[in-house]
């Protein structure tokens, strides 16, 4: 009988309250070759927004203090986790030892013709590629997409097809925008590795999440 009344009771809650952006959306029946995102930053942010990740709304990581443009739209991947899969598949592209998983969602940056105003908001997203990034001994890899049916980017299938210049300018923000002027960061970008990959990499993150998180329904359903 639980079980029966779960259903009717969950579309009551998605009804009454906001889902967590980490947890209660869902990728979509496509992944990964088609995502739903969640947006935390767009282009002419001068603030870094960062979810919570416990009460899933947005909140002020930092001001900017540096003249770092974010050039696309920036946000996760949703039920996505930077874990020991995540490592392991770092650990076998770069041949090094000692990778771990930064333990958050899998970072993602959208290109969009279009001008959007603000975050907090789901898209649909085709990923083309990636950034293998490490930061310290830590994977945090950086997926590209591209605004589903947008009218300049939404052609592009890999990252390959990108303008150089679109590509340089992601990797420079990315290397930077963490930078002091009297200090080198950790972060380095090993590889830029294109749409095969990248799915491989979202679906290990896919894999991580699971393992952290296979008993969350369980929890949810006991509150």
């Not at 039920?79 to 598949?89: D, N």
């Not at 930064?102 to 290109?111: A, K, V």
Request: with cysteine; aromatic share 8%; proline share 5%.
């Amino acid at each position: 009988m639980a079980n029966r009344l779960m259903d009717p009771i969950g579309r009551l809650m998605g009804l009454r309250y906001k889902s967590h952006p980490w947890h209660g959306i869902e990728l979509g029946p496509e992944s990964p070759q088609v995502i739903t995102c969640f947006v935390e930053m767009v282009t002419t942010d001068t603030v870094k927004y960062e979810v919570d990740k416990i009460s899933g709304y947005l909140r002020i990581d930092r001001p900017q203090k540096y003249s770092n443009v974010l050039p696309a739209l920036y946000g996760f991947l949703p039920q996505t986790l930077c874990g020991r899969k995540v490592a392991e598949y770092n650990m076998k592209k770069t041949e090094r030892e000692g990778i771990i998983g930064d333990g958050d969602p899998l970072d993602i940056c959208i290109l969009a013709e279009k001008n959007i105003s603000h975050g907090d908001i789901l898209v649909q997203a085709i990923p083309i590629g990636g950034f293998r990034m490490i930061d310290g001994n830590q994977a945090d890899d950086k997926i590209i997409a591209v605004l589903r049916n947008d009218a300049v980017y939404g052609e592009y299938k890999d990252v390959d097809e990108l303008p150089p210049l679109v590509v340089k300018r992601l990797k420079h923000y990315f290397l930077t925008y963490k930078d002091l002027p009297d200090e080198k960061q950790a972060s380095e970008i090993t590889h830029v590795y294109g749409v095969q990959e990248c799915h491989e990499v979202i679906e290990a993150s896919i894999e991580d999440y699971r393992q952290k998180f296979e008993n969350l329904d369980t929890l949810l359903s006991e509150v």
